[in-house]
Every structure is written in C-alpha cells, then in structure tokens.
C-alpha cells in the first residue's frame, strides 16, 4: 500500500487482518506438507497429527471474519481498502477450504499405511510440492500486493491439472492390471483429486489477489489443461499376464 | 476503466450541463483550470474533494451565482440544453429557476412556511391564481415530506421549523418554480443523521423529476446517494465517472488517497 492513513489505528487493524491471513495462509501451506510426508513416509501418527491440527485453521477463519466486519462497519472503507476487506473475507473461506483438504488427504495416509505400497503414491510429493509452492507464492503476492506474481500463480494451475490427469491414467491402469490395487489405487485418486482442488483454490485466490491490487478482474481463461474427467484409458495387454 | 472519463474526455448523450475548458479566477487568483465534465439528466451527481479545491465555485458557475462576486471572472462554457449560459441575452433569473439552488445552512426567508414555498411560484408568475399557488405549495410540502408535519402551522415562520424541516422546506422551495436542475452545496452538513437520511430520501424520489448535483464531504453520502462522481484537487477535475467505479476503483492515486483517508 502506497501511503499510510491519516487515522494510525486504521492501518494497524488493516495490517493485523493481512497478518492474520498469512498465518492462516502458512499452517495451511504446512499442514498440506505434513499431509503428503505422511504419505510418502506412510507414517500414521503424523497423518493423525496433521488431522487434529484443522480446528487451528477453522478458528482463524473465525477470526478474520470478525475482523472483517468489524472494519467495514466502523472504518468504512472505500476502493482498495475495500477491495483488501473483502480479498481478506474470500481468501481464508478459500484458504479453509485448503485445510479440509490437507486433513483429508492426512486421513488417507492413516489408511494407505495400512494397506500394501503401490508406485504411483510416488508422484504425489511431486504434485504437492508444486500446490505448496503455489500456496507460497500466491501468500507473497498478497503480502507484496503483486499483481503480476498473482498472475503468474494463475497461470500455474494447469500444471497441477497435467499431473493430476497423468496419475489418473496411471492409476487406472494399475486397478485394471490388479483388482488388489483398487483400494490403495482409490484413495490415492482422491488425494491427487485434493491435492488438485487445492491447486483450484489457490488460482481462485490469486484471481482474488488480483482484482484487490488493480481494481480489475483477470479476465481472459485461465490456461485449462486436458480434463481428466473425459479420459478412457486403454486397458492394458493381457499378453501372458497372470490372467486374473 | 470502462465507466471513468477523464476531465478531457467529450460526451455522454443524456447530458444535461456541460461545462466546457472552465477557468475561473478570483481577481488574480486561479480557482478552476480547465473543468470539462457533463452532467447527466434525471441522475444525482455528486463532487468531492478537499476543502479549497474549488466545487462551490464550481457549482456556482453553473447557475451564474458567481456573477454576484465583483472579483469573480470566468473564461469558458458552460451550457445548458445545449446553449451557454454565459451568452449575452441570457436571462439570469430565468437561468436560476431552470437551476436551482440549495445551500449548507438552511436559510428559510423570514416569512411564513407558506409563502417561503409560494415566493418564487409569486415572482416567476406561475400561479394563475390562489387556488393554482395553494396547490403548487401544497404539493411541494408534500414531495418533501413537510405537509404532514406543518399542515396546521402554515402561518408560522420558516425559522421555527427544527434544522432537517427548514432543510426540506428550502428544497420545498426550490422545486416549487418546477426548476430542471438543483444544485445543493452540503446540504445535510448542519443535519442529524435522521435528518439527513430523510433528505437522502428525498433526493432519491427528486431525481425522477430533476437532475441534481451535490457537494458533499461526507463519502459514504456521495456514495449512498449518487450516480456520477466527481473528484476535484487544486481546482482540476481529476476524475468522474459511475459513482461505483469511483468508490470501488479509482483509476487515479489521488482520488484512491482521498476517499481511503490517506495522505495525499
Ligand atoms: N469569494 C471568493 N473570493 C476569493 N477567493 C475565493 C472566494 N471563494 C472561494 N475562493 C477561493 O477559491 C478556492 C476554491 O474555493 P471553494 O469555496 O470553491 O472551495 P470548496 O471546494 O467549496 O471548499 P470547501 O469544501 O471548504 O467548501 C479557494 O482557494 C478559495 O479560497
Ligand atoms: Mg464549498
């Protein structure tokens, strides 16, 4: 923000809501990485940790609520302060929504533990890192107010989308190949599936961010990769298999 | 920005005032340099700005109440129905019952709330006779809200009336010559807040019938009550355009700075 308000306690309520966002921004950003160490290490115990952790996030959002309100009835604001209020209301239902998602996935990792290991629960680091990183970049261009960063968050989301159709291949074909896989093979669809909503809300966001530093809305699609929704995978050659 | 015209930008079809490249100086001192802006029919415009940066001369040009200021010249248009208002043969009384005004004290006459409302209707001899005058009084009272609460004290003097009613009864007043616009210099700054909302209500059914411009400094009444806003700093128009689009993204870091209450 450019320059400070005549009235000091105004800018300090401003500051403390967009504080308020970041830490709520952060857990969520670690309680995802937890999420997905669980499941890479297949360690129950954080899994569980991770879950009981949520309530931290749904609390703040509880917070900035209050916040919110109570800056719009007694400062009304006005442009971009308004558009920071409001940014601030939309980001952390986003950011909370993220959370539920970080939980559920913690929750699979419990049940993934238990069952066999299958391959492709080795690409799932790789897509939570590339959320994380948005998650990161997407909290900075709010900080910074950087409309460009945001832009470039944006931009980002079909990434997430192209992995998340590829593991969909993928486990497909695993399920085909071995009806044992099916379990495991679900649950990890829905972590990708999380993993990739979060993606969702993390590009929503920065839209979000977008709009709040230059008054206008990104208008242009963003870049949509293949939607996994209409993919038919091949069913794999029976050549000499186990033929089960 | 779609909705944000700059001071130089031409045209919107329903304009009702344009005032054109406006200059004003008081004696050496330049006020006003260069307001170009259209001001829309039946829609509230509001103006804002910082005290000093020129609406009230601004306002004033529009119904030549500049004229009565000796020090006071002008260079530049302003027209109405597409004629200038600074032409020579332009009756100025006339002009300031098609443009009325309304100012920051209420300043009933002293005379009885009746005749503050038939004075004009008196002069401009627009009542054929009293049953016509009763009726324009009558009627006036009544789009402002007054009738209910003076009917039976219409002989009582304008300056009994509490702050909000002598408010209403100088807009009584003014739409009782059927002006087409009416210019309000910070009405409601001496109002309570029922009093002003009251005045805001009115302002809102007015429009259906008048176009009007306001001064106000009180944001969240420019934003409440108007249309169009326009935002004036160090005698230039910086700014004007939907009411909405000013309130909500300025394209200009000195309207944002004002409106947010920052340093300029
Ligand atoms: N009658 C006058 N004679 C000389 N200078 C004047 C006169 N009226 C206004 N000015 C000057 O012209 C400038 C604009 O004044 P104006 O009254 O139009 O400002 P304003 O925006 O209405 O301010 P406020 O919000 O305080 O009413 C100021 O610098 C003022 O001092
Ligand atoms: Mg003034």
Redesign the pocket.
Known sequence: MTSEHIVKSYDAELNHLNETILKMGGLAESQLAEAIKAIATRDPELAMETVRGDPRIDALEADIDHQAVRLLALRQPMARDLRNILAALKISSAIERIGDYAANVAKRAVTLSESPPVRPAGTIPRMGRLVQRMIKDVLDAYTEGDAEKAKAVWARDHEVDDIYNSLFRELLTYMMEDPRNIGPCTHLLFVAKNIERIGDHTTNMAEIIYFMVTGNTLLESRPKGEDASFAHPEPPQKDGGDGR | MLDTMTATATGISNAILRAKNLDVF??E?Q?LFSVGIDIPEREITALI??????????LRCLNRMNDT?P??TIRGTVEIGGHDIYARDVDVVELRRRVGMVFQKPNPFPKSIYDNVAYGPRIHGLAADKGELDEIVYSCLERTGLLGEVRDRLDAPGTSLSGGQQQRLCIARAIAVSPEVILMD?PCSALDPIATARVEELMEELRRNYTIVI?T?NMQQAARVSQHTAF?HL?TLVEWGATEQIFTSPSDERTQGYITGRYG
């Open positions: 008081y004696g001192k006020a700005g910082p005290s000093g940066c020129g609406k009230s001369t601004f200021i020090s006071c910070e001064v400094h004036f005698g």
